[in-house]
């Protein structure tokens, strides 16, 4: 069985719309593939729909904005239920902020030259209801200023880059617990990507896990060398974490990491929709696993 745990779709800063993404996910010969958009549900029901249609179990998920020591830190959640009243207030302060902020990265860059405005950022989203800095890259592309989002993100974008601007992020623990009462299980995206080791020590991870029900860590993802996948594997052992993988899937042409490039394992997502069974939320459809 072929599981991809970590996708985005166009309702974040993905470019394939959810259905779009199922069909590809299929040709990917994925059995299952989780949606994980950026701070909101709205991709769910549409990706639901094409996976019952295509024969394809798609996971319900949520890649959350979230901090930690002043640090970004991504959290997956899985199976949480999409009406719950205090996630989703929390969801909806973040992507508030992340639209908030459109309009100052839009004076930073044309202060350095490269003349942008809001409207042209919000052109590229295409409505989508979660923002981001991927699209502040699509409208410079769209103006020729440069070739691609990596670029983008190596030249202005990234979190000490020059038309960098901050935004609202959810307290880490706080998250983990959000998710964990609206049914769901709460696991670390790429905890040691874009050199968050430094913030997720070992004795952070053990805290998370033990004092706020931390349920896994992600250790195959793009993000993390073998080395760290090695460590990351004993640790999640050692602590009792469910291990898993995802490709990061953004959509095709833009960011060159394909569906299914990592996976997890059926062991672990069984324990996964066990829990989020047993905490009455909503896997999704999973009536095969
Ligand atoms: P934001 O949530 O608006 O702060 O932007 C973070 C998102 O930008 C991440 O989830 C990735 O999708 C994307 N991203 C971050 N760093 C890079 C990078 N170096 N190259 C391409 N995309 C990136
Ligand atoms: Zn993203
Ligand atoms: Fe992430
Ligand atoms: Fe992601």
Same mark, same amino acid.
């Given at each position: 069985?072929?599981?991809?745990?970590?996708?985005?779709?166009?309702?974040?800063?993905?470019?394939?719309?959810?259905?779009?993404?199922?069909?590809?996910?299929?040709?990917?010969?994925?059995?299952?593939?989780?949606?994980?958009?950026?701070?909101?549900?709205?991709?769910?029901?549409? /990706?639901?729909?094409?996976?019952?249609?295509?024969?394809?179990?798609?996971?319900?998920?949520?890649?959350?904005?979230?901090?930690?020591?002043?640090?970004?830190?991504?959290?997956?959640?899985?199976?949480?239920?999409? *009406?719950?009243?205090?996630?989703?207030?929390?969801?909806?302060?973040?992507?508030?902020?992340?639209?908030?902020?459109?309009? /100052? &990265?839009?004076?930073?860059?044309?202060?350095?030259?490269?003349?942008?405005?809001?409207? *042209?950022?919000? $052109?590229?989203?295409?409505?989508?209801?979660?923002?981001?800095?991927?699209?502040?890259?699509?409208? &410079?592309?769209?103006?020729?200023?440069?070739?691609?989002?990596?670029?983008?993100?190596?030249?202005?974008?990234?979190?000490?880059?020059? $038309?960098?601007?901050?935004?609202?992020?959810?307290?880490?623990?706080?998250?983990?617990?959000?998710?964990?009462?609206?049914?769901?299980? /709460?696991?670390?995206?790429?905890?040691?990507?874009?050199?968050?080791?430094?913030?997720?020590?070992?004795?952070?991870?053990?805290?998370?896990?033990?004092?706020?029900?931390?349920?896994?860590?992600?250790?195959?993802?793009?993000?993390?060398?073998?080395?760290?996948?090695?460590?990351?594997?004993? &640790?999640?052992?050692?602590?009792?974490?469910?291990?898993?993988?995802?490709?990061?899937?953004?959509?095709?042409?833009?960011?060159?990491? *394909?569906?299914?490039?990592?996976?997890?394992?059926?062991?672990?997502?069984?324990?996964?929709?066990?829990?989020?069974?047993?905490?009455?939320?909503?896997?999704?459809?999973?009536?095969?696993?």
């Amino acid at each position: 069985m072929r599981i991809d745990l970590h996708t985005h779709s166009s309702v974040s800063d993905g470019t394939d719309t959810p259905t779009r993404l199922v069909l590809n996910a299929q040709r990917a010969g994925l059995d299952v593939v989780a949606l994980a958009d950026h701070d909101t549900f709205d991709g769910l029901a549409e /990706a639901q729909h094409a996976g019952a249609r295509i024969g394809v179990q798609v996971v319900n998920a949520v890649e959350m904005s979230t901090k930690l020591a002043g640090r970004s830190v991504h959290l997956l959640g899985y199976g949480a239920r999409v *009406d719950d009243p205090e996630l989703n207030a929390e969801l909806a302060q973040i992507r508030q902020s992340r639209q908030g902020r459109l309009a /100052a &990265m839009a004076q930073k860059l044309t202060d350095l030259g490269y003349p942008l405005t809001e409207a *042209d950022i919000l $052109a590229q989203a295409m409505g989508a209801p979660s923002v981001g800095r991927p699209h502040v890259a699509d409208a &410079m592309i769209a103006k020729g200023y440069i070739a691609d989002r990596k670029e983008a993100f190596i030249r202005f974008l990234d979190h000490d880059g020059p $038309a960098y601007v901050s935004r609202y992020a959810a307290d880490l623990p706080r998250a983990i617990e959000l998710i964990r009462r609206a049914g769901g299980v /709460a696991v670390l995206a790429h905890p040691w990507g874009r050199d968050n080791e430094d913030v997720l020590t070992v004795d952070v991870i053990h805290k998370l896990t033990f004092d706020h029900g931390l349920d896994g860590i992600e250790v195959d993802h793009q993000d993390h060398t073998m080395d760290k996948r090695h460590l990351l594997y004993a &640790m999640g052992g050692r602590l009792g974490l469910i291990r898993t993988g995802g490709s990061d899937y953004h959509g095709t042409g833009k960011v060159n990491h *394909d569906l299914g490039c990592n996976t997890t394992r059926a062991t672990a997502l069984r324990e996964i929709v066990n829990r989020i069974r047993n905490r009455g939320g909503q896997p999704g459809g999973l009536a095969r696993v």
